[in-house]
């Protein structure tokens, strides 16, 4: 399973908008990236996933260049409840079992 | 969408005695779950894969012996911690596949395990 870095920690305020960097230089060709929230004292959530270009749902943007050895997760116009840890994985979809790597902590002041 | 849940949310309970930990996937079926382990401010860390019907398969350094793993059904694995000590408080989560097709997990909302 491909390894991944991201910052240990950010900061922002209410209504900026977020972008949480990963690095997986080894990325395989079979390989999908994702991304997960996870809340103090809660399990992880889902929160996006793509192959490469750009990925958007209602919660967030997912930009993956072309070559893939990064990944850029968005979060537009951030609210205190999204701090959390966000977590890059990256994977085979096929292959179910996830290795967390250390996660980003956001902390959203006011 | 899939729900994951876990139970006990939280358990107490002295050193030597056995902790039974439930998970169960409320509106979708198993075959196969996966138990973690996460201690303050760190990140999760994958313990072991549940399989229905069949052994459980565990990670490196974890001791099959004291975290038995039983998926006795598509809908519920369970974790028992034998003969607890303080070391193996932590909080414990477990998630299911989904079947979207995309590499999606469902997570419990975790079990805290306190051994005096």
């Known amino acids: 399973l491909a390894k991944t870095t991201q910052p240990i920690s950010m900061d922002s305020y209410e209504g900026q908008e977020v972008n949480i960097t990963c690095s997986h230089n080894n990325i395989a060709t079979n390989d999908y990236i994702t991304w997960y929230q996870q809340f103090p004292s809660q399990g992880p959530r889902f929160i996006i996933q793509g192959y490469k270009t750009k990925v958007t749902n209602e919660v967030a943007s997912l930009f993956i260049p072309a070559d893939r050895k990064s990944s850029t997760l968005s979060l537009p116009r951030v609210s205190l409840s999204d701090t959390a840890v966000y977590y890059c994985l990256v994977g085979d979809p096929g292959f179910q079992k996830l290795v967390f790597g250390t996660g980003t902590r956001l902390l959203v002041s006011p | 969408g899939a729900v994951v849940s876990q139970h006990p949310s939280w358990v107490i309970c002295k050193s030597g005695t056995s902790v039974k930990i439930e998970c169960r996937s409320l509106d979708f079926q198993a075959t196969t779950m996966f138990w973690y382990r996460q201690f303050p401010k760190q990140s999760l860390m994958l313990m072991a894969t549940s399989n229905e019907g069949s052994k459980a398969t565990y990670e490196q350094g974890v001791e099959k012996d004291k975290f038995l793993i039983n998926h006795a059904s598509l809908t519920l694995s369970t974790l028992t911690v034998t003969s607890a000590h303080p070391e193996d408080s932590s909080f414990y989560i477990c998630?299911?596949?989904?079947?979207?097709?995309?590499?999606?997990?469902?997570f419990g909302p975790g079990t805290r395990l306190t051994v005096l």
């Open positions: 998630s299911a596949p989904g079947t979207s097709g995309y590499n999606e997990q469902f």
